[in-house]
């Protein structure tokens, strides 16, 4: 617990030592002692820059680069003090001094001012550029980093916690980039404060040591120039070492989660004919007259390197070759490599070869976030939550073709034109180039066009979308049309597993004391067979808990929760507040209630099939009385609503059959016509 509050309280008493040293006169002794931490810290501050993987491993550096910034002035007017004072500065000024201006002052002090140049034109000036321009770009990308990562998350390449992780990491990069840009600002004006003092400590030095030390000329500018040299060098240096930090981590890209100084390495060294040409450079600068001996050596010393470096690489590749090689071997011998291949994906969208680069780069970004879009539209529409949708390419297609798969049986194919856009609508088409073709998704008819001729298009009156969607759109489609086949029992256990998270008391009442998982997901299929949504799957659960004590008839059970989510049903099909109707007659409800069988595998409609293109021919013309902008449906008692939907579906797929129990008493209805025998 100590040691937790030291650590904690450290940084607060550094920055008030930092700020009482700005006021109270400090020994010469303990300023030694500062400016050795100083160079100290600086040098803790690069080296770790070189040796983090990421740059939010050192996510406190806009901090740090404040606080030694303060710490580095509190030095300085310190040492300005003892300078001005006592024309002394402690050993370790004196020190770097004289190491810098030795026996010629004049030296000492264009040398000081190529380092002042160095600090204050190329380091502090660069970081701070690239500071800003790393702040913008990295603001301006954040919004497309994190509907990447929404996209992977619903696509289900990762989990909803890896997803909260990575956006943290996002933001917590954006805001790391915006403090360095202000953090620089700060090192700047620490580089221009540290010329003003030098400039101050030379002057005022000099007129101090002749006026009020008596000093001469030559012993006074010595002194003060020595002296003034060293405080900015023991002060400069370590602001040279945290700028050049400074720059090095805001210039970092990725580099595979290596160090620094490992990826640099590795990528100088990565071609070996890099190392050839270099040393050819070395021995033409030898003949050309240059001393013959270094250039020699360091270019045999390039050649020795690329001949061994190209060796190693051909042993690794050698290496992983005979190691992917067993390994493939031992998959071959083992059980489980016959075991991978009897597995299906749920959903697949195969592409022929032509249209694989709708999967790839920006237009493969594009299709991920459609079909993660798509996932978020069929949940909040059918109450579905969909599988992963495998894109995979497939030789055996023609070039533009796609295929898509449910379980692995086809369920719809279409043929795209990637260059063109697809213009959907009524009438004559006046534009040129246009191909004619029909639309993969409702076979209506429809012409390819190219982009120039897609603003006539739309001025006409025509609905132009590009390749991509139309792919989407049909997966979409087929998505709905054979929902019923993707709910599957491990998905259905999801979907209680949340349920139950809310409403513990009636799943724990129906599974597995009245209905097995297997008996609820059979329900479950009917509804979404129909289009009929489950996003209310607590109402559903309570019907079937209701009616699974008399009866576990799957089909019985299905009307039993139509009727309880009926509004929700006969919803889609009203037109202004109406519904519009077609009804059974007594004589056809009395036949096909007659023509019901039961056997040991279920209920099924043993219709005479006379009677049945009947009943069917007499629908069709009932349909076309149907006015515009209506969608029409057919209303039938509880106990045959089922199956005349199943007599139905093959010729008319999308045509809704309610029952009575299905429909509230406050819904107008509206009937268009009688379906007689």
Request: hydrophobic share 50%.
């Amino acid at each position: 617990m100590r040691r937790e509050v030291l650590k904690e309280g450290f940084v607060p008493m550094a920055a008030v030592i930092a700020i009482l040293m700005l006021v109270i006169p400090v020994p010469a002794f303990v300023l030694d002692t500062f400016l050795i931490l100083n160079i100290a810290l600086a040098v803790t501050v690069l080296v770790s820059t070189m040796f983090i993987r990421e740059v939010l491993d050192l996510s406190s550096f806009p901090s740090l680069l404040l606080l030694t910034t303060l710490f580095r002035l509190a030095l300085e007017v310190t040492a300005t003090r003892l300078i001005l004072l006592d024309g002394s500065a402690g050993n370790v000024i004196q020190t770097f001094g004289r190491l810098v201006v030795g026996s010629n002052v004049l030296v000492g002090v264009i040398i000081f001012i190529i380092l002042i140049v160095i600090q204050f034109m190329v380091i502090t000036r660069g970081a701070e550029r690239v500071s800003e321009v790393a702040a913008r770009f990295t603001l301006d990308a954040m919004p497309g980093k994190q509907m990447a990562i929404d996209a992977e998350m619903n696509a289900g390449m990762i989990k909803e916690v890896e997803a909260k992780r990575r956006r943290q990491d996002v933001e917590r990069e954006a805001d790391f980039y915006g403090a360095m840009d202000g953090a620089s600002k700060f090192v700047r004006g620490d580089a221009m404060a540290g010329v003003v003092i030098i400039v101050v400590n030379i002057i005022g030095g000099l007129v101090l040591g002749i006026v009020s030390r008596h000093l001469s000329f030559s012993t006074a500018i010595s002194t003060y120039t020595i002296l003034t040299v060293g405080e900015g060098l023991t002060t400069q240096i370590p602001a040279l070492l945290l700028s050049t930090a400074a720059g090095i981590i805001v210039t970092r890209s990725g580099g595979g989660g290596g160090s620094f100084g490992g990826d640099l390495l590795n990528q100088l060294t990565a071609l070996p004919r890099v190392l050839y040409i270099v040393s050819i450079v070395l021995f033409m600068l030898a003949l050309f007259g240059l001393p013959p001996l270094i250039p020699s050596i360091l270019g045999l010393g390039g050649l020795y390197l690329g001949w061994n470096l190209e060796r190693t690489q051909k042993a690794q590749v050698q290496a992983t070759e005979m190691a992917e090689a067993g390994k493939e071997r031992e998959r071959d011998k083992s059980p489980e490599s016959a075991m991978n291949l009897i597995g299906v994906d749920t959903i697949e969208l195969e592409l022929g070869v032509g249209l694989v680069p709708l999967a790839g780069g920006r237009a493969g970004q594009d299709l991920i976030q459609r079909i993660s879009a798509l996932r978020r539209q069929i949940a909040s529409e059918l109450g579905l939550v969909l599988p992963s949708v495998r894109v995979r390419d497939n030789l055996e297609l023609n070039l533009n073709q796609y295929r898509i798969r449910i379980r692995g049986g086809e369920v719809a194919q279409g043929e795209l034109r990637p260059d063109r856009f697809l213009a959907m609508g009524s009438g004559e088409l006046m534009v040129e180039g246009q191909v004619p073709t029909k639309d993969p998704v409702f076979g209506l008819p429809a012409y390819w066009i190219g982009e120039d001729a897609r603003d006539r298009a739309e001025l006409q009156g025509w609905t132009v979308i590009d390749a991509g969607s139309v792919m989407v759109t049909h997966l979409a489609e087929s998505v709905r049309r054979h929902a019923w086949e993707i709910l599957g029992r491990q998905d259905l256990k999801a979907m209680i597993d949340h349920v139950k998270k809310s409403h513990p008391t009636i799943v724990e009442e129906l599974i597995p004391e009245l209905l097995t998982l297997g008996e609820v997901q059979r329900v479950l299929a009917n509804l979404l067979r129909e289009r009929v949504s489950i996003r209310d799957l607590p109402t559903i659960l309570e019907a079937l808990a209701d009616r699974a004590r008399s009866t576990h008839d799957p089909e019985l059970l299905t009307e039993a929760v139509r009727q309880a989510i009926g509004r929700t049903i006969v919803r889609p099909y009203l037109s202004t507040g109406v519904l519009h109707a077609l009804v059974l007659s007594p004589e056809v409800e009395a036949e096909m209630r007659g023509s019901i069988e039961r056997s040991e595998t279920g209920a099924y409609l043993n219709l005479d099939p006379q009677k049945a293109q009947s009943i069917l021919g007499n629908l069709r013309e009932a349909m076309k009385t149907t006015p515009a902008g209506a969608r029409p449906v057919v209303i039938a008692s509880p106990w045959i609503r089922l199956y005349f939907k199943r007599l139905t579906e093959r010729l008319m797929r999308d045509l809704a059959v309610l029952s009575y129990a299905e429909i509230s008493p406050d819904i107008a209805v509206k009937t268009l016509g009688v379906i007689q025998l």
